[in-house]
Each structure stands twice: as structure tokens, then as C-alpha cells.
């Protein structure tokens, strides 16, 4: 199976459109256009029967000590962890792409609430959910795809890697408000055939170029 994107060139930066939040003159970042990429594959295997799509970014520090601080860097050899950008199960078999900007057009306090994707899909909550919890104008269940906002202090270049599942089953095995990690736990034994592209991101002016 192959995944391509006319939105993202393989291991490239990833365009502002498509991220979260945007660099700023003034308060480091500012909200970005927050567009979902195009995706769209080929060489599906027989016996297909849906898709799964899973977008993490493997490269968030695993603690928050320096995070968006002043006169302070998140340090490149720091221990890294998963964070979940957009999970969206049950695509049908005849599925072929996804348009730029059909999933997600903007940023949405609070998070795309709605679990209901095109095409009877259905969206599982991101990592944003968790993000901003404690934050009164931001908390809320991010449904879909939220793009990237690594910290714009962090030192590391992050990457975001878009994975295509091809299942076995029509229906992923997970009901109600499901993240990632519930996702591949129920994907696991009816993986077919994958595929990913990876796009790069970061905040940083300093690696920005």
C-alpha cells in the first residue's frame, strides 16, 4: 500500500496551513489555519474491508519543566513521548483520499465536539484534549485533527507521521470517546497492510531556517 499527499512532501517541513498554530511576532505563536493535509493511497490490499488513519507526533517532551518557558529550552536529548493528532476509524473500503480542509478548517476552542467524520467515519479524541484540560477557554474533547504546536522553545525538530491502516473488519472495535492508544490496541491482529508519510514541524525560530 502507498500513502502520498499533495499537502506534504515526505520528511519536509509541514506548510503553516496545516498546523495548529502559527509563529508570532509578539506571544511566540498565534493560531494557525489548522486544515487537515490531503492524504489519498493506492495498492490497497484485497480483503480490505475499512481504514484506520492515526497522525502522532513521537517527539513531545516527556516532562513540562521548560515547556514555553522564557530564557528556558526544552533540551533536544530529552525522553520523548506519543502525541496524538487525529485518529479516525472506520473509513470505508472504497475510500481512496481525503481532501485538504474536509476534517478540520480552523481552530476551535474547546475541540470539534462531534465524533461524526465524512463519509460515516468516525473521530476519535486527540491528545489536545488532555493539552488543554486545565485551561477554561481551551478544555474540552478535541475531536479529529488538531495540527502541530510543539513548544517553541523545544530545541528538537518534531516529526508527525501519518499511518494508514487497511483492517480485516468494517468496523473498529472501539466505541464511545476512544483515543489513539485505544485504537491500535483494537487494530492490533487486523493490520492488512500499512503505509505512512512524515512531515516535519517546529516553533522555533532558531530552526526554522
Known amino acids: 500500500m502507498k500513502l502520498r499527499s499533495d499537502s506534504l512532501s515526505a520528511d519536509a517541513p509541514i506548510p ?15 493560531p ?12 490497497v490490499p484485497d480483503g480490505t474491508k475499512s481504514f484506520v488513519l492515526i497522525c502522532h507526533d513521537p517527539d513531545v517532551p516527556s516532562r513540562g519543566d521548560d515547556v514555553n518557558k522564557e530564557d528556558r529550552e526544552v533540551p533536544a ?36 465536539s462531534a465524533p461524526q467524520a465524512p463519509g460515516g467515519a468516525r473521530h476519535g479524541v486527540n491528545d489536545y484534549t488532555a493539552w488543554f484540560a486545565g485551561d477554561e477557554s481551551m478544555a474540552g474533547d478535541y475531536h479529529g485533527y488538531d495540527g502541530p504546536c510543539p513548544p517553541w522553545n523545544d530545541t528538537l525538530v518534531h516529526r508527525y507521521v501519518f499511518t494508514l491502516y487497511a483492517l480485516d473488519v468494517e468496523r473498529c472495535d472501539v466505541e464511545g470517546r476512544f483515543d489513539g492508544n485505544d485504537v491500535r490496541q483494537a487494530i492490533a491482529g487486523h493490520i492488512l497492510a500499512e503505509a505512512s508519510i512524515t512531515g516535519t514541524f517546529t516553533l522555533n525560530p532558531r530552526l526554522r531556517g
Not at 32 to 43: F, I, K, M, T
Not at 78 to 102: K, M, N, Q, T, Y
Request: charged letters at 20%; proline letters at 6%; aromatic letters at 12%.
Open 16 to 30: 503553516d496551513e496545516y498546523a495548529f498554530c502559527n509563529p508570532a511576532v509578539e506571544g511566540h505563536v498565534c
Open 32 to 43: 494557525g489555519a489548522n486544515r487537515n493535509p490531503h492524504l489519498a493511497w493506492s495498492e
Open 77 to 112: 536529548d530529552l525522553w520523548r513521548v506519543d502525541f496524538f493528532h487525529w485518529v479516525l476509524v472506520d473509513l470505508p473500503a472504497d475510500a481512496r483520499e481525503i481532501a485538504a480542509g474536509s476534517h478540520s478548517s480552523e481552530v476551535t476552542p474547546g475541540g470539534k
